[in-house]
């Protein structure tokens, strides 16, 4: 299903056969005369999707460019700004154009011009790491899958607190960077999904499972299952059950959906088609003695490292589920 703004690209691609472009090359239409700002779709002299913004102040200087999308902005007659993203990629217009409409959405929401210009740098931040390296936007396998074992264990903390479902989100801290998935106020969880014939973990990094905080190592054995078959789960399946828990929370859907683009998710029909069925989860407790590598151990000239973690070594650490619930 395409986007309010695909729609109007589509419209505006069909009317330019006849009809100038009225603004520096663009053919611009404001995408809703109610809205806070005026935000437009727009298509330039060579047919390419944009999303333009109009401000009464010069635009800053952003280094946004990528292989998909440039930064522009330029003065218009009557003497206001425009600064906006042009789609320069090929075949990507599906995901931009979701992307365009979640940034429009949260526009709504933003109180000055000033506060309208950062959200639309941060933002642009979050869309170059998408595109990075020529990429299509989109998460590939091996991310899904990693992804799906985050909202299973976020949807299982959400539920174990129920009458504080923000507490979970917030501590969903990995979209963000920190060597952690999870941190909580008093214990920290690392959550890895693994095959169900996997005989090991992979750990990223020396920092990931080194915590000032009792750590956890939360492991999901997923199966690549159809998507009809009962109990499959998908990333937009996810994203609306763990929505609907957060509904109750004014400000609390829009958050996660932050944090699902800091994750690299945007919605899309493809991950529709990618599923896995939950065959089982094991919990670890990470202290002393549990085999690792942590950034104290690394030898002087080694920065940094990925390594793995047998299965059959790590019994003696595992704890019950009841336990953790506890």
């Known amino acids: 299903m395409m986007t309010k703004i695909e729609d109007i690209w589509r419209a505006i691609r069909d009317e330019a056969i006849t009809s100038p472009s009225n603004d ?6 404001r995408l809703d005369p109610d809205h806070p700002f005026d935000i437009y ?16 102040a010069l635009p800053p200087s952003i280094d946004g460019d990528t292989d998909a999308l ?9 003497g206001r700004w425009l600064m906006g993203l042009r789609l320069a990629g090929q075949g990507l217009e599906s995901v931009f154009g ?7 959405d949260a526009a709504a929401e933003i109180p000055s011009e000033t506060a309208l210009v950062a959200l639309f740098r941060e933002r642009l931040m979050l869309w ?52 952690q ?37 939360r492991t999901y054995v997923l199966r690549e299952a159809p998507t009809e078959e009962a ?39 493809y991950y529709r088609s990618v599923a896995y069925s939950t065959l089982e989860m094991r919990l670890y407790t990470v202290g ?16 940094d490292v990925s390594y793995s973690i047998l299965f059959s070594s790590l019994e003696q650490f595992r704890i019950l589920e009841t336990q953790d619930a506890a």
């Open 24 to 29: 520096n090359g663009w053919k611009l239409v």
């Open 41 to 56: 779709a727009a298509i330039d002299g060579s047919g390419l999707a944009m999303l333009a913004f109009g401000l009464s």
């Open 70 to 78: 440039d930064y522009v902005r330029f003065q218009r007659s009557a």
């Open 98 to 104: 979701r992307l365009c409409q979640d940034l429009v």
């Open 128 to 179: 170059k790491r998408l595109f990075r390296d020529g990429g299509n936007g989109l998460l590939q396998k091996f991310q899904i899958k990693g992804l799906i074992g985050e909202l299973i264990a976020l949807e299982e903390f959400i539920r174990l607190h129920p009458d504080k479902p923000l507490l979970s989100v917030l501590a969903w801290t990995g979209p963000g960077g920190t060597s």
């Open 181 to 217: 998935d999870f941190m909580f106020s008093n214990y920290a969880v690392e959550v890895k999904a693994v095959s169900a014939n996997a005989l090991t973990v992979s750990i990223s990094s020396a920092e990931q499972l080194d915590c000032l905080l009792p750590l956890v190592l």
């Open 231 to 269: 109990g499959a789960l998908t990333l937009p399946l996810l994203a609306a059950r763990i929505e609907q828990l957060l509904a109750v929370v004014p400000g609390g859907a829009a958050m996660f959906r932050e944090k699902l683009l800091e994750s690299g998710y945007v919605e899309h029909e």
């Open 288 to 303: 002393p003695a549990f085999p690792r590598i942590t950034p104290v151990s690394l030898p002087v000239g080694i920065p």
